[in-house]
């Protein structure tokens, strides 16, 4: 959902959220350029709206019976406390697809929190692993992976500044189209076990000599 609507939205203003202070590059990892065109809102708003009223109904089919919820909107005659379950639904998950988004699963997703605790509890779990001592290979390219993130996180970073990472390796392909002429390959890449502590260990030995 985040990244869908993202795309969209970077179409229609440049950015992937509306929270977002400066506008994108127009390129993609591969080169190839997009431009900003505000009709894009017209596919954004009721794409949004869309997910929202799907997501109200699937809610209220955690509360009724799903045959009597999806049996009612088929024959056209929800029961009036099921109507404005959906309409507020609709409305309030709106507003959520259209302005917090990423926002939401950061600071506000129960659910999320607790899988970063335990993924922030596991120091051999897998991590985006920065070449740190590559970096200078960084100078060449566009900060692709900063700005391919839906999480609007830094991926050359510390784990614990990707508490909110969502592993969805957007940043690890964005790194391989870029460095893909160069011979020593990508500078992110997937880590787990022995290499991610050594990776936190030598980021961190980084930043205090840096
Ligand atoms: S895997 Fe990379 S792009 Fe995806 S959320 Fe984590 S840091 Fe961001
Ligand atoms: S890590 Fe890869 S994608 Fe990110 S700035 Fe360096 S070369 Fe570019």
């Known amino acids: ?11 229609a203003t440049g ?9 994108l590059p127009t390129r993609e990892p591969d080169g190839t350029r997009w431009q900003v065109d505000r009709r894009w809102w017209l596919l954004t708003v009721p794409l949004a709206v869309g997910f929202a009223f799907v997501w ?7 509360l009724l019976p799903p045959f009597e919820v999806y049996g009612n909107l088929l024959a056209g005659t929800p029961t009036r406390n099921q109507f404005i379950f959906i309409a507020a639904g ?40 920065f070449a740190r001592q590559r970096g200078a290979d960084c100078n060449d ?14 991926p050359r970073n510390i784990k614990r500044q990707m508490f909110t990472c969502t592993q969805c390796a957007q940043c690890v392909s964005a790194c391989e189209t870029t460095q893909k002429d160069n011979p020593r390959g990508a500078l992110l ?6 290499a991610a502590r050594q990776n936190e260990a030598g980021l961190r030995a980084g930043k205090q000599r840096n």
């Open 15 to 23: 950015k992937p959220s509306v929270w977002e202070k400066k506008p």
């Open 141 to 154: 390219c566009y900060s692709a992976c900063d700005h391919v993130c839906p999480m609007r996180l830094k």
């Open 90 to 129: 609709t409305v309030v998950l709106s507003a959520e697809f259209l302005f917090a988004r990423h926002l939401f699963c950061r600071f506000a997703c129960a659910v999320g929190l607790f899988q970063s605790l335990a993924w922030m509890g596991n120091r051999d779990a897998m991590v985006v692993g």
């Open 56 to 62: 109200a109904v699937v809610l209220l089919t955690y």
């Open 1 to 11: 959902m985040v990244e869908t609507l993202n795309q969209f939205m970077r179409r």
């Open 189 to 194: 890449s997937w880590v787990s076990d022995a």
